[in-house]
């Protein structure tokens, strides 16, 4: 008998997002419009600029790139999360507390699942950013609502056990034969569609007073995904062509703000979905069509991802308003000045022995050619906007009660997994890449 093929973590990641991708279509159509749109846009920039528009991922990875959002409301429910994403190769990255976002702080702390290794990115980059709600925190919740919060929470069920009997069995075996494949992605998609489920009214506006994400969150029996984002080469564009279509656009593109020079980091901009029908279950036990408004359209752009004295640079440039002449113009300023992540490729034909081990005099040789290595992260600053311009009703929020303390640490026991630090997954890419180069034109090290 032939041994069933096993179907790799990233074919299931890279099915598991076209899958999510037909189902978001189906459920918010204006996402369609706005991946044609960004298809669009790619191509002409592609026309334009030719291979340089590929500088920071070749345009099939752009074209298949997504990121999702969803949320949930305890730490049983992340783990659970880690575990179907471990599947399909995605582990929890960065920790990011929007509770202390200002100006628009939302009750969630979260993190994003993505593949970590360059290889598996290079195959199918799909990121999920993943919010969780905190009860625990007086500034939003009182103790009643809180324990409603988690008496609510307790009594629902996200994920079917055969989804995550599935998804440990194939972190495990590094996969999944067929029929497993599709079985998992069927039951792995269908826990984010939106649910049909009566939602109960009065509870739901309790929690919409306090803000509407814990509503979205906790007034309802199961998680959603509520946006789904594509790439885009020029972010600008698209922004002019979606409002030249029509479309409500937020109103403006949140992170680094347009100049000259290499793109950093991470541009974002949003529309809000029309609302949709949702059932309602009334005070007297009736049950009513009723809408909401909760899920939109997000696009990004990505640029080159910053080490820790960049970010701090771009904090800085940002607050104080001079962005535009204290960032660097160049690539070549933002590596001289180590600013930005780079790998590097070794070129030996050049000949000769290099004078030194030093990283800029053998890019000045042309021995090294450096390759900026592309942001896979997120900005709270901008996740933070992107909730709340998407929101309605600004919520309540007092600033004198206790927090709740949560950091990567927290997160990391809750999921029963390492939660990857972004700067030291760029930093061991680039370290990789001195190691190999440095054997290539027999050097001891580069540095
Ligand atoms: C997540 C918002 C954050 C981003 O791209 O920064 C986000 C949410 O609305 O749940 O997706
Ligand atoms: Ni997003």
Redesign the pocket.
């Known amino acids: 008998m032939t041994q069933q093929a096993t179907v790799p973590p990233h074919e299931l990641r890279a099915r598991f997002a076209r899958g999510l991708s037909e189902l978001y279509g189906r459920e918010v159509p204006a996402y369609t419009t706005l991946v044609d749109v960004s298809q669009q846009v790619n191509t002409e920039v592609l026309a334009e600029r030719g291979s340089a528009a590929e500088r920071l991922g070749d345009i099939a990875r752009v074209t298949a790139e997504r ?1 999702g ?1 969803i ?1 949930v409301g305890t730490p049983e429910e992340l783990a659970q999360v880690a575990r179907v994403f471990g599947a399909v190769g995605m582990y929890p990255t960065g920790f990011y507390d929007l509770r202390e976002a200002a100006p628009s702080p939302v009750p969630v702390v979260s993190t994003a699942f993505r593949p970590v290794d360059k290889e598996e990115l290079a195959r199918n980059p799909f990121r999920v ?1 993943t ?1 969780l709600l905190v009860p625990e925190d007086r500034r939003f919740f009182d103790a009643e609502l809180e324990a409603k919060l988690k008496e609510f929470l307790s009594a629902r069920r996200l994920f079917p056990e055969e989804l995550l009997e599935l998804a440990d069995r194939a972190e495990s075996d590094g996969g999944l034969g067929e029929p497993a494949a599709e079985r998992f992605l069927e039951l792995a998609t269908g826990a984010f569609a939106l649910s049909g489920e009566p939602v109960d009214r009065a509870w739901y506006a309790t929690l919409e007073q306090v803000s509407s994400v814990a509503a979205d969150i906790g007034g309802v029996g199961s998680t959603h995904i ?2 789904l ?1 594509p790439r885009v080469l020029d972010i600008d564009a698209l922004y002019e062509r979606m409002r030249a279509r029509g479309v409500e656009m937020i109103d403006k593109i949140q992170g680094p703000p347009r100049r000259e020079g290499p793109d950093v980091l991470l541009r ?1 901009t949003s529309f809000r979905a029309l609302s949709e029908p949702r059932r309602f279950r009334e005070a007297d036990g009736t049950v009513r069509e009723g809408a909401l408004r909760v899920r939109f359209g ?1 696009v ?1 752009a990505r640029g080159i991802a910053l080490t820790r004295a960049g970010r701090d640079l771009y904090d800085a440039a940002l607050a104080s308003g001079g962005y535009e002449e204290r960032m660097p113009r160049t690539e070549r300023e933002l590596l001289a000045r180590d600013l930005a992540f780079f790998t590097f490729r070794a070129v030996p034909e050049r000949g000769g022995t290099p004078s030194s081990g030093d990283l800029l005099t053998l890019v000045d040789e042309g021995r090294l050619v450096p390759e900026p290595i592309v942001y896979e992260d ?2 709270p600053r ?2 933070a906007g ?2 709340s311009s998407n929101l309605t009703g600004e919520g309540s929020m007092d600033a004198s009660r206790d927090t709740a303390a949560r950091d990567a640490a927290w997160l990391a026991e809750v999921v029963g997994r390492t939660v990857h630090d972004p700067y030291e997954l760029y930093a061991a890419q680039r370290e990789a890449s001195l190691r190999e180069a440095a054997a290539r034109l027999g050097l001891p090290r580069i540095g």
């Open positions: 990121h959002a949320r950013f919010s509520n946006h984002t974002q997000e990004e997120f900005l901008s996740a992107i909730f």
